[in-house]
T-cell receptor, first 112, second 110 residues
Framework: NAGVMQNPRHLVRRRGQEARLRCSPMKGHSHVYWYRQLPEEGLKFMVYLQKENIIDESGMPKERFSAEFPKEGPSILRIQQVVRGDSAAYFCASRGGVTEAFFGQGTRLTVV | GIQVEQSPPDLILQEGANSTLRCNFSDSVNNLQWFHQNPWGQLINLFY???GTKQNGRLSATTVATERYSLLYISSSQTTDSGVYFC????????????FGAGTRLAVHP
């Protein structure tokens, strides 16, 4: 059973471009979380999704950030018009039902 | 919202030493997990332990849900144990996000 797959592992974008981060949950998992980690800091919750539904987006910035988890395909975290402050590691986690969550290896976004 | 506090924030050990990391949380939870983030940034599941005691090799964990704390024990530490240890909880009352503590940064020296 493959783990949580995130791609790309590293992403470099110029200021003003769009960043798309992908997360394929573990097989059978229908719950997906996105977290952001700045250097030397902890993981900050961004958004929690179930298939086709956003359950909790209380940690998402109000502008430029969006997330989806379609019926088919991976979950996508989209950042429009990136700024230097968006540079961070973005982690995705998945779980099935009332069980433990597993994390992907993260996407390191660098905005230049 | 729920508060998750980890202590100590930093810990330096000699190889072979034992240590105890603590996680306090301010409200009832139905999920508690311990993770190790290695120096390459990978988050590794250590324990899923909403209550009780579990052991895995040199590591063990205990959660006392009624008193709102969990402990992670590392025995005979090795340099490969270095990294950051995170506690994360999911509050009770429906499906909720995992809330992370700030972590304990561990450095094990040979």
């Amino acid at each position: 059973n493959a783990g949580v797959m995130q791609n790309p592992r590293h992403l470099v974008r110029r200021r003003g471009q769009e960043a798309r981060l992908r997360c394929s949950p573990m097989k059978g998992h229908s719950h997906v979380y996105w977290y952001r980690q700045l250097p030397e800091e902890g993981l900050k919750f961004m958004v929690y999704l179930q298939k086709e539904n956003i359950i909790d987006e209380s940690g998402m910035p109000k502008e430029r950030f969006s997330a989806e988890f379609p019926k088919e395909g991976p979950s996508i975290l989209r950042i429009q018009q990136v700024v230097r402050g968006d540079s961070a590691a973005y982690f995705c986690a998945s779980r099935g039902g009332v069980t433990e969550a597993f994390f992907g290896q993260g996407t390191r976004l660098t905005v230049v | 919202g729920i508060q998750v506090e980890q202590s100590p924030p930093d810990l330096i050990l000699q190889e072979g030493a034992n240590s105890t990391l603590r996680c306090n949380f301010s409200d009832s939870v139905n999920n508690l997990q311990w993770f190790h983030q290695n120096p390459w940034g990978q988050l590794i599941n250590l324990f899923y332990i909403p209550s009780g005691t579990k052991q895995n090799g040199r590591l063990s964990a205990t959660t006392v849900a009624t008193e709102r704390y969990s402990l992670l024990y590392i025995s005979s530490s090795q340099t490969t144990d270095s990294g950051v240890y995170f506690c994360a909880v999911r509050p009770s009352g429906g499906y909720n996000k995992l809330i992370f503590g700030a972590g304990t940064r561990l450095a094990v020296h040979p």
